[in-house]
């Protein structure tokens, strides 16, 4: 067999990792220096707003007809990005240029792909803060979450860089008496990565990442809500030497052009994070085998959940108190590792509703660019499905605070954070995924009955538990159902390398977004033998 000529990239700094792989640091925003920082890029985006973005299909800057606007949430009449939007036409398209790119992407030496990656990092760390401003104008997030949100995409270029050297440098378990044995992680193929609005930049671009390190191309479908992020990151990859191609950026509707995709004969595998429903929609297409398929299609999913704290009666009350509070109503909620349920034991359950009560009302709510405790919400579709929530709820529980829409004069997307006591283990609020700053707080008997209550939804994907009590830590660890489980501290806020991330039943496949087994689903293992002599 004939191997086809390719062109391998030229454009790539080389570069190798330095020193082992570190968290990067939050920023102070209590520091003058640091919040003046984040003020002048504020500013300076805010120049940049409304600016209108291509399609890039084999590194071709297209414009379609139909557009897709992204609105500031704080002030829905403030477009943050004007984006082409990719329709049955171009999923086609898309899938032959990524197919092209693969013949030459999968060739390339993994120091060129690490480096792409390694030099990604580079360029977004120069400008943090224009990244952090570009959250908090596009999804709302105040200082701190943003911050997160980019210093979590720089932590997946740096980690994934690592872990593709050392795939690399992987070996078989034992060299058979009169042979050389390899073992190799090959690509895959053409990837379709859909991420979610949530963490646009940070799940976005370590799906991406995690694909092209590996040697595979991508076609990327970020959410409608959030493709100015995912464009500003296709702009650094392009800076960092990605060749056209690799990356193929193409926002569109997920029911015609990400549908297309998915069902691509071609397509080898589908990262997807988002809805449960969504998410299981992906599955059962792409379990669908189609005309000209010589494979079985991988996906790797996440796709949310109904995260519980339990609280012990000899836990640190002011502890468990913030703990809950921050998982609750972080970024208004919208996390699919958020605390939507608290359970409490009976002897502190009242002193815990009431000091939530006080801690709470202590949350201010606003503009993200004021750097308030809690943004708006992503759009007034989801603000109106989260008040059907809440007026469930005062029907079937207490209300403690909040329970309302706050109106401002920009007309943007803010809901108070609201709290219930009193709610049944089974009630609609304590079982239904409401992606918003909604609490259900649950009494209960015993450590024991609040196991069986944390573990009786259909997710599993996040939870903790605070108690003084080593054996019940103990047997949390082994019989609490979730896939990222943590002990006296909140069930937010996973760090790349120490949390891997990824959750049971129907909160997905269990990925482990930031772990070291992550890469081995955008791979393939092939065994190579050689007799010798």
């Given at each position: ?9 030229t ?6 990792p330095?020193?082992e ?8 925003f209590?520091s ?15 120049g940049?707003l ?5 399609l890039?299909?084999g590194g071709?800057r ?12 704080a002030r829905?009449?403030q ?5 082409q ?9 898309a ?6 790119a ?14 792409l ?14 990244f952090c ?19 979590e ?9 690592r ?17 050389r ?5 090959i ?12 963490f646009?930049?940070a799940?976005?671009a370590?799906?991406?990442?995690a694909?092209?390190v590996?040697?595979?191309?991508v076609?990327?479908?970020?959410s409608?809500d959030s ?7 296709f ?7 990605m060749?056209g191609?690799?990356v ?17 004969p ?7 994070t988002?809805?449960?429903s ?12 189609q005309?000209?398929q ?5 996906t790797i ?10 609280v ?10 913030d ?9 208004s909620?919208?996390?699919c590792?958020?605390?939507s349920?608290?359970i409490?034991?009976?002897p ?17 709510v ?8 809690m ?27 909040g329970?309302?829409?706050i109106?401002?004069?920009?007309g943007?997307?803010f ?5 219930f006591?009193?709610?049944l283990?089974?009630?609609?609020i304590s ?6 700053p ?7 008997g015993?450590f ?8 009786n939804?259909?997710?599993g994907?996040?939870g ?8 019940k ?28 991330f ?6 997905g ?6 772990g070291?087994?992550?890469l081995?689903?955008?791979t393939?293992?092939k ?5 010798l002599?």
């Amino acid at each position: 067999m004939v191997m086809a000529t390719v062109t391998l990239p030229t454009s790539i700094q080389l570069r190798a990792p330095q020193g082992e792989f570190r968290n990067e640091p939050f920023e102070n925003f209590k520091s003058p220096d640091v919040a003046r920082a984040m003020r002048a890029a504020l500013e300076k985006v805010a120049g940049q707003l409304g600016r209108e973005y291509d399609l890039v299909i084999g590194g071709d800057r297209l414009k379609t007809d139909g557009k897709i606007k992204s609105l500031n949430p704080a002030r829905p009449a403030q477009v943050v990005g004007i984006h082409q939007k990719a329709g049955l036409e171009h999923a086609e398209q898309a899938m032959q240029a990524a197919l092209q790119a693969y013949e030459m992407w999968s060739r390339t030496s993994v120091q060129q792909r690490t480096s792409l990656l390694l030099n990604a990092a580079d360029i977004i760390r120069q400008r943090k803060f224009e990244f952090c401003a570009w959250l908090t104008y596009e999804v709302g997030k105040n200082w701190a979450e943003a911050d997160a949100d980019v210093g979590e995409t720089i932590d997946f270029l740096e980690f994934y860089a690592r872990e593709a050297l050392r795939l690399a440098a992987a070996t078989t378990p034992i060299q058979y008496p009169g042979e050389r044995n390899q073992l190799l992680y090959i690509p895959l193929g053409v990837g379709a990565v859909i991420p979610p609005w949530n963490f646009p930049f940070a799940i976005m671009a370590g799906m991406t990442a995690a694909s092209i390190v590996c040697g595979n191309t991508v076609v990327l479908k970020p959410s409608s809500d959030s493709p100015t992020i995912a464009a500003k990151f296709f702009e650094v990859l392009e800076e960092a030497g990605m060749p056209g191609g690799v990356v193929n950026f193409c926002p569109g509707s997920g029911a015609t052009f990400g549908n297309a995709i998915v069902e691509h004969p071609k397509t080898r595998y589908i990262a997807f994070t988002g809805s449960k429903s969504v998410g299981l929609d992906i599955h059962e297409r792409a379990a669908r085998t189609q005309p000209g398929q010589i494979w079985i299609k991988r996906t790797i999913l996440e796709m949310g959940g109904k995260d519980s704290i339990l609280v012990c009666a000899d836990a640190d009350l002011d502890a468990a108190v913030d703990g809950v509070v921050a998982a609750a109503f972080g970024f208004s909620g919208q996390k699919c590792s958020a605390c939507s349920r608290a359970i409490i034991e009976a002897p502190i359950y009242d002193i815990f509703v009431e000091r939530v009560r006080k801690k709470v009302a202590q949350w201010t709510v606003g503009d993200p660019a004021e750097n308030p405790s809690m943004g708006p919400v992503i759009n007034k579709g989801a603000m109106e499905t989260m008040l059907g929530y809440i007026e469930t709820g005062k029907r079937d529980s207490r209300l403690v605070s909040g329970g309302k829409a706050i109106e401002t004069a920009d007309g943007g997307y803010f809901l108070e954070p609201t709290v219930f006591a009193d709610v049944l283990p089974d009630a609609v609020i304590s079982q239904e995924e409401i992606f918003g700053p909604v609490l259900a707080i649950i009494k209960v008997g015993s450590f024991e009955e609040g196991l069986k209550v944390a573990n009786n939804t259909e997710y599993g994907l996040t939870g903790a538990i605070y108690t003084g009590d080593r054996a019940k830590l103990d047997i949390a660890r082994d019989e609490f159902h979730v896939g990222n489980l943590y002990l006296n501290r909140k069930c937010t806020g996973a760090m790349v390398g120490a949390h891997p991330f990824g959750g049971f039943n129907m909160s997905g496949t269990d990925s482990k977004a930031g772990g070291p087994d992550y890469l081995y689903l955008f791979t393939q293992a092939k065994s190579v033998a050689e007799r010798l002599g």
